[in-house]
Every structure is written in structure tokens, then in C-alpha cells.
């Protein structure tokens, strides 16, 4: 059993910082690609960035250059560094996980329960 466990959401000032964090917790032997999400109001669950194993990232066009990736795997943990946030910003995000467990072949991918991020004045 695998949890995935989000922090750091909540209410900023447009131009301010959030930083959200995700923790993987169980009978983990590895964990391979790990991804943000956003889900905006009304809207379909997008995705934000992703890290590879290696470090290497990818970002959706919106948020280059103002949101860092970044993992520690000694943590089970993924972060992602907002800046510069906007009011259109403001969604649930979500992390994302693809684990291997211990004893068991292959990888699944599991889902934090999301954490609310508003960015309003």
C-alpha cells in the first residue's frame, strides 16, 4: 500500500511564492517518474511538470520559468517551487507517482488527494 501525501497549499497574494510537497509513504522499492497536476475550476486536470529519475524536467508553457520541479528520493518527496504566481494559477494540485513496490513486478501509478492553491488579492 502506497500513500502520497500533499502540503503547502493555500491562500498567496498575486507576484507571491508557495512552495507544495508530496510525500510517499509504504512498502516502496522505487519510484520513477513523479509529476504536479492542476485541476482549475470547471476545467480538465492538466499537467504542470514532471521529473524524471535522472532529474531531467519538463514544465507546461504557463508556468516556465516561474515553477520549479524538484525531487529528493532519500525523501520519497516531490516539490514544486511556485513564484510569481497569478491569479490563474489558482487550482488544485495534485502530485503524481509512478512506484514500484517491494516484492511485486512492474510500476503503478498513484495520485495524492490534492491540495488547494488561491492566488487572490
Known sequence: QVQLVESG???VQPGGSLRLSCAASGSISAIYYMRWYRQL???QRDIVALIA???NTNYED???GRFTISRDDAKNTVYLQ???LK?????VYSCNADIALMGRWGTSAYWGQGTQVTVSS
Open 9 to 11: 497549499g493555500g491562500l
Open 41 to 43: 475550476p470547471g476545467k
Open 53 to 55: 529519475p535522472d532529474g
Open 62 to 64: 504557463s508556468v516556465k
Open 82 to 84: 511556485m513564484n510569481s
Open 87 to 91: 491569479p490563474e494559477d489558482t487550482a
